[in-house]
Every structure is written in C-alpha cells, then in structure tokens.
T-cell receptor, first 115, second 113 residues
Framework: NAGVMQNPRHLVRRRGQEARLRCSPMKGHSHVYWYRQLPEEGLKFMVYLQKENIIDESGMPKERFSAEFPKEGPSILRIQQVVRGDSAAYFC?????????????FGAGSRLTVL | KQEVTQIPAALSVPEGENLVLNCSFTDSAIYNLQWFRQDPGKGLTSLLLIQSSQREQTSGRLNASLDKSSGRSTLYIAASQPGDSATYLCAVASNNAGNMLTFGGGTRLMVKP
C-alpha cells in the first residue's frame, strides 16, 4: 500500500498561470481532504470530497480555486491565475469512511511557488 | 467555530530533558484529537490519536493526554533526543465536521545535543 500519493512534489508557476495538484488516496479510501499550509502558519482545511461529489468546500477561496475527485483517477486541486499569495504547501489526506473513529492519512504535500 | 492553540510556539531544550507541549481547543464536542510531527519540507506523520472517550495514549517515549471538559491536551516527550527536533501539530476532529481536522499553529521543537 503506497499511501497517499501527491504530485508534483514541487511546482513553480509565474503569476497568472494555472496550477494543478494531484492526489491519489490510499487504496480503498474514498474520502479526500485538501489542506493548505501557508508559510509559518498551521494547516487550514480547504475542501472535502468523495467520488464525484464535493461534500464541504467551506475552506476554499471563492475565486480561482476548484477541486474534483472523478470516478476514475486522482483528485485534482486546480488554481487558476495564480498569485504570489497562493505560494504554500498543499496537503491531501484520505480516509476510508466518514466516521469519527477514522484516521486521516496525509500525503507528503505539494509545494507551490509562484514567482 | 473550533479554534486550536498551541503553546509554546517554539521550544529549544538540551538533549535528555523531559518536555511538555500544550494544545487547547475551544469546543469540547470532539471526535478525536491527534498529534502529528512535521519535519521541514516534509509531510505529516501521525504520532498519537486519542478518541474522545479516552484520557491518554502512549507510544514509546511519547504520551498524550486529553481533558475534554477543559479543552486541553498535552504531549509529553521523555528523554528528548536531537532526532525529536521537528514541528509538532495538534489537530482536532469536531463532531459537526466529521473527519475534517482543525489544526493548531504548531510547536517548533529544537533538541540540542
């Protein structure tokens, strides 16, 4: 079991470009969560998805950010027209069921740098 | 809205000391509380998970306690080693958020040889 796989690990974009971050959950997990860690800050929840459904996107910025978790393939966090303030580490986590007893497993993160 | 605070923000100790990291949360209605370790530029490693019905969990030199009523958790590290140097994050899963975690700002620990 390879765990939660995120790619790319590092991504550099110029202002105005698009960033796509991918997350493959652990085998058997159908719940995916994205968190953002700004420099010198804690992790903040962004969005919670199940296959083909966005369950909670209360932490997503209202513009330029979107997320999906298609029936086949990884979850994608997409940032359009990136700005310098989007530079951060983006972490994906997965779980097997929506239960308080369950534990999230985190990926190693994707570090976005906007020049 | 759940808020999680960690004190101190940074800590530097000589090798061998026993130390305590503190975490407080504002809403006592939680599913569980987790302590994570984060090394620079790396992901999160789960250290200990305490369910809301439990008082403490132990793993090796680590012991985490939970006092739900007062909204506090402590992570105790015995006989600290330079390899323990990392950022320690406390995270709470709240009842009205299922598995979604609210993180504290972390404690940056440096253990000097």
């Amino acid at each position: 079991n390879a765990g939660v796989m995120q790619n790319p690990r590092h991504l550099v974009r110029r202002r105005g470009q698009e960033a796509r971050l991918r997350c493959s959950p652990m085998k058997g997990h159908s719940h995916v969560y994205w968190y953002r860690q700004l420099p010198e800050e804690g992790l903040k929840f962004m969005v919670y998805l199940q296959k083909e459904n966005i369950i909670d996107e209360s932490g997503m910025p209202k513009e330029r950010f979107s997320a999906e978790f298609p029936k086949e393939g990884p979850s994608i966090l997409r940032i359009q027209q990136v700005v310098r303030g989007d530079s951060a580490a983006y972490f994906c986590a997965s779980s097997g069921q929506h239960s308080g007893a369950n534990v999230l497993t985190f990926g190693a993160g994707s570090r976005l740098t906007v020049l | 809205k759940q808020e999680v605070t960690q004190i101190p923000a940074a800590l530097s100790v000589p090798e061998g000391e026993n130390l305590v990291l503190n975490c407080s949360f504002t809403d006592s209605a939680i599913y569980n509380l987790q302590w994570f370790r984060q090394d620079p530029g790396k992901g999160l490693t789960s250290l200990l998970l305490i369910q809301s019905s439990q008082r403490e969990q132990t793993s090796g030199r680590l012991n985490a306690s939970l006092d739900k009523s007062s909204g506090r958790s402590t992570l105790y590290i015995a006989a600290s080693q330079p390899g323990d140097s990392a950022t320690y994050l406390c995270a709470v899963a709240s009842n009205n958020a299922g598995n979604m975690l609210t993180f504290g700002g972390g404690t940056r620990l440096m253990v000097k040889p």
